[in-house]
């Protein structure tokens, strides 16, 4: 996630903004879930550079993504933003993991950016039959809207969020300033993802803190990450969230999408670590844990 990335960090204040009043309102009207769920994930499961630590040695290309869903329990599809998967693609990614791990998929550029959600019906109603196909594994499908996509759209992303097929979980990042700098344009699109059932997505980037908005429009918080290399700060920023998130759950919030985005994707897992001890010390939780794995050894004549 190039988004916001800056190279210098000294003048970035990281701390995490107060919540908007209407996230404390929305989290009062829900009713707190037996067992909330959080899930966290990266943006790939083709991770080369863990063979031999977080993935076996000399694994297959088709094995990645079966030991990827045993490292972490969710996995942002970006895959999808490309093309549109068919059903067969799909079934065999679903029959890779495990009960319980959630797929997010990005819906795809030419809907978001190409056509900015303009007669994109059918390519809406291919997309959304393709991914259920993930069954129980389908997590929040992801739309992306470009910087270009401004507040002047707000009439033409509601009504293609009217016709978006009720039965499939969609949540929204806006990356245009002026969602953020309109106050009247923020509580309008809030409001109306909020009565339509969509999660406005929480994006913690460097160099665009207004996009860090702490406003919840559904009790799901769908949140990307952007780390810098295990600095200072990547660790503070960790506490956080972890705080913030064991503090939501508490309110009432009932599930939790936390992908982890960093340059080098060895530092992923060790900052998920970090960030999953926090988080399950504070809330009671068990959300499993990166693990370097052990690797055969080959025998040796002596």
């Known amino acids: 996630m190039d988004f916001g990335r800056l190279s210098d960090l000294r ?72 093309r549109i998967p068919d059903a067969p693609t799909v079934r065999k990614w679903r029959d890779a993991v495990p009960p319980g791990f959630q797929f997010c998929p990005k819906l795809p550029q030419v809907i978001s950016h190409d056509r900015a959600l303009y007669n994109a019906d059918d390519l809406t109603t291919t997309f ?49 300033p002026g969602w953020y700098s309109d106050k009247v344009a923020f509580a309008a699109v809030a409001a109306m993802l909020e ?54 759950l508490q309110q009432g919030l009932q599930s939790v999408y936390f992908f982890v985005h960093q340059k080098d994707i060895m530092h992923t897992p060790v900052w998920t670590q970090h960030f999953l001890a926090r988080l399950n010390s504070l809330t009671g939780l068990e959300v499993p844990v990166p693990r370097i794995i052990p690797q055969p050894v080959q025998g040796s004549l002596f």
């Open 11 to 82: 003048y970035v204040d990281f701390r995490l903004p107060p919540d908007h009043p209407d996230t404390a309102a929305l989290l009062a009207r829900t009713a707190a879930p037996e067992l909330p769920h959080v899930f966290v994930g990266c943006p790939i499961w083709t991770n080369k550079a863990w063979l031999g630590s977080y993935f076996p040695a000399g694994i297959r290309d088709a094995e990645y993504l079966h030991h990827y869903a045993r490292q972490f329990n969710s996995l942002e599809l970006n895959t999808t933003h490309y």
């Open 128 to 176: 959304c039959r393709s991914i259920r196909e993930l069954d129980d594994r389908l997590g929040w499908c992801f739309l992306q809207l470009p910087p270009t996509f401004g507040t002047e759209n707000l009439s033409r992303l509601e009504r293609y969020l009217l016709d978006f097929p009720a039965d499939v979980p969609l949540a929204v990042e806006l990356r245009h």
């Open 195 to 248: 009565a339509l059932g969509k999660t406005l997505v929480l994006s913690d980037v460097a160099g665009r803190r207004d996009v860090l908005h702490m406003r919840l429009t559904t009790p799901s918080a769908f949140i990307r990450f952007n780390g810098h290399g295990l600095v200072n700060s990547d660790y503070q920023r960790a506490d956080l969230w972890a705080e913030r998130i064991a503090n939501w």
